[in-house]
């Protein structure tokens, strides 16, 4: 008889289902509007370092993003969508080509409240499951029970960096230093909000006012795991038209292939209301109340299944 790995992974699938259904009753109980947008996107954002698949002279979407803020701009405050996202190279223990993704919009909001919003929805989710205010991962409790740390991204290279961020930007190790260094060592026993990162890393957030090198935007990390990227939203679409050409001529020297431009999107940011937007990804959440550090263990099929 054979032995399918779906069935060795049975209370992962069903946890997987509770957790969706307590995302869903979160943001239905406070005011947001499910909608699904295309998959199938004729322009996908420019970034440098996320490659979107091609269908039929379109893309997949990497994110619902673009067609998330056309609704914030058509006046919609607050939305939220369940969906899958496509990215091309991106396999391994914590990543697959194509993921689940949670994304959600509050016009109004900013960086600052999308982190209140991001850590009620957790612990709404272990309550949900029965897990009070802690979680169990790899033999290590992580306290849910508020407050969560910030820590801003200047101070978590001072803190575990080999060199300032500043440095690691000047040289071109910024990812590297932080994957290697910082990452392993947030949100271990609390959740931690790393925030205000560089503007370069942060090619759709607004900058800050006070100082335009960093832009308002945050992840959340749990036991060293990166869960969400949240910001406050750029409306203003020149600024970000140029961006997304910073953004083009950066994949071409990287002799990655071009993007269109997506004009519909930024025609739309004239009518944006300012906003905060959020990006999770429930493979991860699920994957840390499975007590696993593999991601395979919940999806019921993997790429190399179909």
Same mark, same amino acid.
């Given at each position: ?24 009753? *979160?943001?239905?109980?406070? @005011?947001?509007?499910? %909608? =699904? $947008?295309? %998959? ?11 490659? !979107? ?8 979407? $990497? ?9 914030? !701009? ?38 600052? &409240? ?57 040289? =071109?190790? *910024? ?35 006070? @100082? ?5 935007? *945050? ?10 990227? &949240? ?38 940011? !004239? =009518? ?6 959020? !990006? ?10 499975? @007590?696993?550090?593999?991601? @395979? ?10």
């Amino acid at each position: 008889m054979t032995i399918y790995r779906q069935s060795l992974i049975k209370d992962n699938l069903h946890l997987r289902a509770r957790i969706i259904q307590a995302i869903r009753k *979160f943001f239905n109980d406070n @005011d947001y509007l499910e %909608i =699904d $947008t295309p %998959i199938r996107i004729p322009a996908p954002a420019p970034e440098a370092h996320i490659d !979107a698949v091609a269908a039929g002279g379109q893309y997949l979407q $990497t994110s619902p993003e673009l067609c998330m803020k056309q609704l914030l !701009a058509a006046g919609f405050p607050r939305l939220f969508q369940i969906c899958k996202c496509f990215r091309q190279h991106e396999r391994g223990r914590k990543h697959l080509p194509e993921l689940t993704m949670l994304e959600w919009y509050h016009a109004g909001d900013n960086y600052l &409240g999308l982190m209140q919003t991001c850590q009620e929805l957790v612990c709404f989710v272990a309550r949900h499951l029965g897990r009070g205010n802690q979680l169990i991962y790899r033999n290590r409790p992580i306290e849910l029970a508020a407050p969560w740390s910030r820590l801003s991204v200047a101070e978590a290279f001072k803190q575990y960096g080999s060199k300032s961020m500043k440095t690691a930007m000047a040289t =071109d190790c *910024f990812d590297e230093v932080m994957a290697l260094e910082i990452e392993p060592n947030l949100g271990d026993p609390i959740p931690v909000f790393l925030y205000d990162y560089p503007a370069r890393h942060a090619a759709l957030a607004r900058l800050k006012p006070q @100082d335009p090198f960093l832009a308002e935007r *945050f992840e959340l990390y749990i036991a060293g795991i990166e869960l969400c990227n &949240g910001f406050s939203e750029l409306t203003d679409a020149s600024e970000q038209r140029q961006r997304f050409e910073k953004e083009l001529r950066l994949r071409q020297s990287l002799n990655k292939p071009p993007y269109p431009m997506p004009e519909k999107f930024l025609q739309a940011l !004239a =009518d944006m209301p300012d906003a905060g937007g959020n !990006a999770l990804g429930i493979d991860r959440l699920v994957l840390l109340f499975a @007590d696993t550090d593999n991601i @395979d263990d919940v999806v019921a099929f993997t790429p190399e299944e179909l």
